[in-house]
């Protein structure tokens, strides 16, 4: 790793929040009510404590080997051929990921703001600003975070403040309309987006300064935590205003700022709340693509993770234009598909690494 890359805990645990908010605070309040009804905040906290159990391990395999990322001490546990063998499906799914991710903003923008332009212009657009931030590395990520995390929270609170007299809490009840059988559902859904997706966050876990590495934990709990409450808000937020529409209308936070109307004066602010969302997109997508970079750079055993930003910003590029560009299938991958993929290429080599490291410590004793 080069040693010039290093932030501090407060950066890192900045990034993780839009790692962790970035898009799914658009995307994922309309899947989880749509599939449970009012429980749908029922389901997020269930996925919130799956995640803090998979942030769990993250971190207890950080503090085993704190200057050591994910592919490092798996070479360290199970050797360097099944490390090979265990990640060629994890950089699969990355690619997949980065290109997802920006498929999905392709999609908000033509369902949104900018419906007459073509697909393939705004992913380019997007991949070559991204491909840029990664480039410049994760010390200047790190610095433009702090600025755009506040724009990005300010005007997701902003919205849920000035939409208060459309509230209406009966709304809220019944909890549990349909049973326990749709929450677990929607649970799962969440599970797999966002929470499973953390695990690709270790990768990057060791670019903290050494005298940070001891408060990294509990500001990454702070950071999950701070996430589920700003999802659940969200989600309450839409079934309040939104009642039995709050699962058919796609991108609630966004529709719910096209109903901000204060005595002529403020209104028709969507297309900012909008593009403030877009942050949070551009910088999970940045973030995915670094963490991509670093990854293929340290199966392969290269010293300079920069000269392939471009080419593997091509392939994504690739990818994000010429495959689920129907809202339909992006929809069908994104609830049932990706926890699936997700528990194979992500979860499973954090279990089983967390599993050899315990076995080996026992061992040790």
Not at 45 to 62: D, E, T
Not at 137 to 158: D, P
Not at 183 to 211: D, H, Q, R
Request: aromatic content about 10%.
């Amino acid at each position: 790793m080069d040693k010039l890359e290093r932030i501090n805990s407060v950066q890192m645990t900045m990034l993780f929040l839009f790692f962790m908010t970035g898009s799914s605070i658009v995307i994922i309040p309309a899947p989880l009510t749509n599939v449970a009804g009012n429980g749908g905040w029922i389901a997020l906290l269930i996925a919130l404590a799956m995640g803090m159990l998979l942030l769990a391990c993250v971190l207890y395999l950080f503090r085993r080997f704190p200057e050591q990322s994910m592919i490092e001490y798996s070479q360290l546990l199970i050797g360097r051929a099944a490390t090979a063998l265990l990640f060629i499906p994890f950089t699969c799914v990355m690619f997949w990921h980065v290109a997802g991710i920006v498929i999905e903003i392709g999609l908000f923008f033509k369902s949104t703001m900018l419906k007459e332009t073509p697909t393939y212009a705004v992913n380019s657009l997007l991949f070559a600003t991204i491909a840029l931030t990664v480039r410049a590395g994760i010390e200047a990520i790190a610095r433009m975070v702090a600025v755009l995390l506040v724009l990005m929270f300010g005007f997701i609170i902003l919205v849920c403040v000035l939409v208060g007299n459309l509230y209406h809490p009966e709304y809220l009840l019944p909890l549990m309309p349909e049973g326990i059988g749709p929450v677990l559902n929607a649970a799962y859904i969440a599970y797999g987006f966002p929470y499973s997706e953390l695990v690709a966050f270790a990768m990057i876990l060791p670019c903290v300064w050494t005298k940070d590495k001891p408060s990294v934990s509990k500001h990454l709990f702070l950071g999950l935590a701070i996430n589920g409450a700003t999802l659940i808000l969200s989600i309450v937020c839409s079934i309040m205003v939104l009642g039995p529409l709050s699962g058919d209308l796609k991108y609630s936070l966004y529709q719910l700022s096209r109903l901000i109307f204060i005595q002529e004066i403020i209104e028709r602010i969507e297309s900012v709340i909008g593009f403030s969302l877009i942050v949070g997109f551009y910088f999970k997508a940045s973030i995915l693509l670094h963490i991509l970079m670093r990854t293929v750079t340290q199966l392969l055993g290269l010293k300079d993770e920069r000269i392939l930003v471009f080419p593997v910003s091509f392939v994504c590029l690739l990818l994000s234009i010429t495959t689920y560009t129907n809202e339909a299938s992006m929809e069908e991958l994104v609830n049932l598909t990706w926890p699936l993929i997700n528990n194979l290429a992500y979860v499973g080599p954090l279990l089983l690494m967390t599993g050899v490291a315990l076995f080996r410590r026992r061992m040790a004793k």
